[in-house]
């Protein structure tokens, strides 16, 4: 069954650029996963909804399965750096709050849903695509130009890297102004369930294999 999660539904271009909360190197999420920053990050940790309040917003969210996800979705992390800012997100879709649990078979639709909700607030062209281990879980990666529909002259590479874990989906997204921004999500460490942290994205994770 193709699960199409809206996920895209924090508007981008309206992260503050004023001081935050101090800088953090790692972040962990009680979803599963631990992922680590440059201390000179602005990061942001989210206040997720607590369990009941959030288990009740998926039953009560009204339609189908996308507007359920979009309930029930978690902004584990925020993060900024430079001017124009590149931003990092990491969200979550706990199982225990969309009402099913989430498999392997479901990522594809899962992952899609992420970059599909970007597109109300970007135009986005020439994507590319990958799929690759960390650890025992399997990675969908997603890399495209992007152009804010509000700012057209201003010029992005988004990135948007999903898995499936015990407790739910969870998605790692970019908006990179810049090759440091993309370097810095690129060469990001993740650990997934307690295993050992590996790089969110290969480096040749995008490179067309020889057929």
């Known amino acids: 069954m193709k699960t199409s999660i809206f996920i895209g539904s924090i508007v981008w271009m309206a992260i503050p650029l004023a001081a935050q909360a101090p800088a953090l190197q790692a972040l962990s999420s009680d979803i599963?996963?631990?992922?680590?920053?440059?201390?000179?990050?602005?990061?942001?940790?989210?206040?997720?909804?607590?369990?009941?309040?959030?288990?009740?917003?998926?039953?009560?969210?009204?339609?189908?399965?996308?507007?359920?996800?979009?309930?029930?979705?978690?902004?584990?992390?925020t993060a900024h750096h430079g001017l124009p800012a590149?931003?990092?997100?990491?969200?979550?879709l706990p199982d225990d709050c969309f009402g099913q649990t989430l498999t392997a078979k479901d990522l594809p639709g899962f992952a899609?849903?992420?970059?599909e909700g970007l597109k109300q607030t970007f135009d986005m062209e020439s994507p590319v695509y990958a799929s690759y281990p960390?650890?025992?879980?399997?990675?969908?990666?997603?890399?495209?130009?992007?152009?804010?529909?509000?700012?057209?002259?201003?010029a992005y590479v988004i990135e948007i890297v999903c898995s499936i874990l015990k407790k739910g989906g969870v998605c790692f997204m970019a908006m990179e102004a810049d090759e440091a921004g993309m370097q810095v999500f690129d060469h990001s460490l993740v650990a997934l369930e307690g295993e050992p942290a590996e790089r969110l994205i290969p480096a040749d994770a995008f490179v067309k294999k020889a057929q």
């Open 32 to 77: 599963g996963f631990t992922y680590t920053l440059p201390a000179d990050w602005e990061v942001t940790n989210a206040n997720p909804a607590q369990p009941q309040a959030h288990g009740q917003a998926g039953k009560d969210a009204p339609g189908g399965v996308e507007k359920k996800g979009a309930a029930c979705v978690q902004v584990a992390l």
């Open 86 to 92: 590149s931003v990092i997100m990491a969200e979550a």
């Open 112 to 115: 899609s849903g992420a970059s």
């Open 134 to 154: 960390i650890g025992t879980h399997t990675m969908w990666a997603e890399r495209v130009k992007s152009v804010p529909k509000k700012n057209p002259e201003a």
